[in-house]
């Protein structure tokens, strides 16, 4: 067998964003006063729907991160990822608060 014959292939990227099977039942938030911008999230996230703020919205070196909340499927492991390894800037709502609170409906 050749070396690294046995990883699997990197799929493609999806050319449109796919839509939740069901509505999650909690959302992530990123404190972003609290995030500092380490990234340590991102690659954690199994739908990848965390992304860095624009650096152009705070004017800042290295700007916090910022999850796409109409692709977040609430499985809570950026938070766990955060706390565990960071500095514990995200949160989960429940879904029904999180609306309530952003003003946001989630599909």
Excluded at 36 to 57: A, L, R, S
Excluded at 75 to 90: E, F, G, H, S
Aim: aromatic share 8%.
């Amino acid at each position: 067998m050749r070396p690294y014959e046995h990883y699997k292939s990197v799929p493609e990227m999806a050319e449109t964003i796919g839509h939740k099977k069901r509505k999650p039942r909690l959302m992530a938030v990123v404190d972003e006063d609290s995030c500092t911008g380490c990234q340590v999230c991102i690659p954690y996230c199994p739908v990848d729907c965390i992304e860095t703020v624009p650096k152009e919205k705070y004017g800042i070196p290295i700007p916090p991160v910022q999850i796409r909340f109409n692709e977040c499927i609430g499985c809570q492991i950026c938070a766990k990822v955060c706390t565990k390894l960071t500095w514990d800037a995200i949160r989960m709502l429940p879904t029904e608060e999180f609306e309530n609170i952003y003003d946001y409906k989630i599909d």
